[in-house]
């Protein structure tokens, strides 16, 4: 067998040495560089290798080759290397002419120099510039270079600019490849895309190979290459390429050198690269851009209107470069025309092309690189352009699985005609278009799929999101009631599994998705038939959860008027309804009252209980809120004998607990505190706990008017708690409560703190009843502190915020307040005056406690004033109001204080 080895090594010296003579150095010498490593101490292969480096130019390679082999053989044998190799390195030194004998002529060593012209105009990007420049400094010869070439790989979108970076990075750091820098365009993703064989017979006679030393096969040729570029210096820009196995033969092997590539995908199976995904320019650098087109004086002029240019180019270099272009060529166009025709997204792609310069053709590329599948896909997502949307909507338009709609979102995302969003609070992965790839993917729908089609699509994308708000308000039990009717067909994908209704997380789902459902009412408001009303007039328990009144204003305007237009009592009864209640949540209950009422006119025929008894309890609500507590419990009696009927313990419950409040502001106590425990009852029983915490908070009010103030403030606080764990984070706005509570137990500075704390939080959230309420608390509150001055102000601003809101019943509280403090200042005059108006709204409004405190106080100041008679007989009638409410007449709430 040793006999064998030997014959076959000495076969391949022969071979290698006929090919050597044929001059194929280029082609061996990769191959003996491996036969040296394996058989170190065959001098005539370790020649055979220095010769073929040698003829290739790599003087200092084939010495080195030398320098190895004798360092090995006088270590391990100790011997020195054979005359003909010393004879050979001699020659090497000497540069003996002789050794191209049997080769080519080895003539000058070439140095390529493939860049394009570099970007005259070239604006901004200066980070990644420098971090362009630091990976490839380390294929130069850096601290931190390896025996790898060091790769960048730039990503991005069509038109985005990577091609122009990639060159002007290149010109930027050339001076660190002082052997050549090879440049080519993979059309990686066109028909005619590049064959990397071509691209290596190319770069090897760019090299200085002959073409009798260009191998034929693709391997072979990029072993070629790499020998060709090892111990040099030399920058490899590939840009567009397609795929990793158009790059993959034309890398480098040795560290010496850098590739900087440029893909509309990620090419994430190229192993040790460094990846950068390049995002549309900064607003500063495209409007410089603009200027350095278009001209930097026409731009000064009219700052704006660039601004706009660059913002409805969607900040892309390219479509900023074509519309600098167009304004260059037509010298006599305000930049203001040009910004007013690009805000048509219609026709935006028209404007964008100029010359051979066209976004349109541009993205068009990618788009014809897709299977039909995701074709598809693209067009139809183009129903969902606007705000960021998750998978689960995606599914609805297309039409299929979770999993499914997944796969695709993320193909599309890889070329580069999707963008991530990122992550929102439930952990969904959320996915939009640029604006200029939303134009073109809505030019595709429009012309690819048929109206049908897209009516199906948008269909299922509405029933998606149906279907989604009808199971997550199914476990609650909402106070802004959604919509009771399913006449839209609802739309699940068939892996959907049920989502977690803890109310937390519903809430957070509506925070999550606001936008898009916002937008999904408005888009098929727009088609006549679809009945838009449905999620418009599901949305409000959301809304109101953050007092997110324009958006809740914007979806009922929307569907009102499409209810209208098509004609559609039922829809047009239920968007009124549902108007009562964004008008009652901001504080205007003279117009919730007319909704509310307008609706009933309607419903009262259209035989809808569940509607009708929202109306209903809705304008209780106003009335109430309005000071008129009598009439609401007209209403709320009425809805609570169709709610028996109907098994709904959840606006049964919502009934309840807005009788109960009614009753409070009526004087009736006790029965007021009984009707909020069973309002807590029901709500616990449904499980919402938002609803609890109301309730808690009002059962709270009835104790501390009857003077318990202790337990009211427990109950306060339990309502906090409540409200913290269903994640109202507006519930806050209600801390005024402890603060009466507090103030009623004399623990002043507490009382302020709670007041403070809560007129903070309604005014953030524009919520006009609690700013009333926390102005009305400090204002007593700073009496008690005998404040005189304080109290009077923020009493008479809670004044002027309660006449505004139309609210008597607390009207009449501030009014009795600002009474007494007139009468400590001994202003009984004033003080008269401002408690008999306070008896007559308290009167005319049947706010009978309220009535029976203020006329308590009016006798207070009339014996102030001597008149003592007329005091008696207020004195009297108070009495006799609260024996009628059965309250102590010995003046227990007169001693609690204004509330």
Known sequence: VPRLEELRLACIEGRVEAELALGRHAELAPELESLVAEHPFRERLRGQHMLALYRLGRRAAALESYRAARGRLVEELGLEPGPALRELERAILADDPSLLAGGLPRGPVVVPEQLPPDVGDFTGRERVLASLRDVLATGAGGEERSGAPAVVAVSGKPGVGKSALAVHAAHRVRHLFPDGQLFVSLRGIEADRVDPAGVLEEWLRALGAGVEEIPCALEARARAYRARLSGRRV???????????????????CGECAVLLTSRRRLAGLEGVRFLALEPLEGSEAVELLARVAGHERVAAEPVAAELIAERCGRLPLAVRVAGARLMARDHWPLGMLAARLEDAGRRLDELRVGDLEVRASVGLSYRALDDCDRRALRLLALLDG?????????GVLDATLVEAQETLERLVEQQLLDVAGCDQQGQVRYRFHDVLADFARERLAEEETGQSRRDALARAYGACLAMTDWLLSGIASMVPAASSRRAPRWRPADWGPSDREERSVFAWFDAERAVLVEMVQRVSRV???????????????????????????????????????????????????????????????????????????????????????????????????????????LLRRALEVLRDLGDAGREAWALYMLALATTSLGRLGEAQALHRKAIERYRRVGYRRGEAYASHGLGTALLEAGNAAEAAALYERAQQLARDAGDDTFGALRYGLGFARRDQGRLEEATRELRAALAISRDLHYKRGQVYALHGLGTTAHRRTRI???????????????EMGDQRMTARIL????????????????????????????????????????????????????????????????????????????????????
């Open 816 to 899: 009795r307040a600002l009474g007494e403090v007139r009468l400590d200042q001994r202003r009984s005059g004033e003080a008269i005056s401002i408690l008999r108006t306070a008896v007559e709204i308290a009167s005319h409004n049947e706010l009978r406690l309220i009535e029976a405190n203020t006329r308590a106080s009016l006798a207070r100041a009339l014996l102030a004033d001597g008149a003592d008679e007329d005091a008696a007989d207020e004195l009297e009638r108070s009495e006799l109001i609260k024996r009628e409410l059965e309250l102590d007449a010995g003046g227990t709430l007169l001693v609690a204080g204004s509330r």
């Open 789 to 803: 001055d304080e109290a009077v102000a923020e009493l008479q601003r809670a004044h002027a915020l309660a006449r």
């Open 528 to 634: 006549p038939g679809m009945p838009a009303w449905e999620l418009a007039a599901s949305l409000g328990c959301g809304f109101d959860q953050n007092m997110h009144w324009g958006d809740w204003r914007r979806v009922l305007d929307a569907a009102l008027q499409a209810a209208e237009r098509d004609g559609d009592r039922h829809g047009r009864a239920v968007c009124l309804r549902a108007f009562g209640h964004y008008h009652n949540e901001r504080g205007e209950h003279e117009r919730a009252a007319g909704r509310f009422e307008a609706a009933l006119d309607e419903l009262d025929e259209l035989n809808d209980d569940h509607e009708l008894v929202a109306a209903l309890v809705g304008l209780a609500d106003a009335h109430w809120s309005r000071g008129h507590p009598a009439a609401a419990t007209v």
């Open 235 to 253: 920058l490899v820009v590939l840009d567009d390429a397609g795929d990793e196995a158009q790059v993959r033969p034309l890398l480098p092997g």
């Open 387 to 395: 705000p960021a949307f998750a998978p689960w909507l995606a599914a």
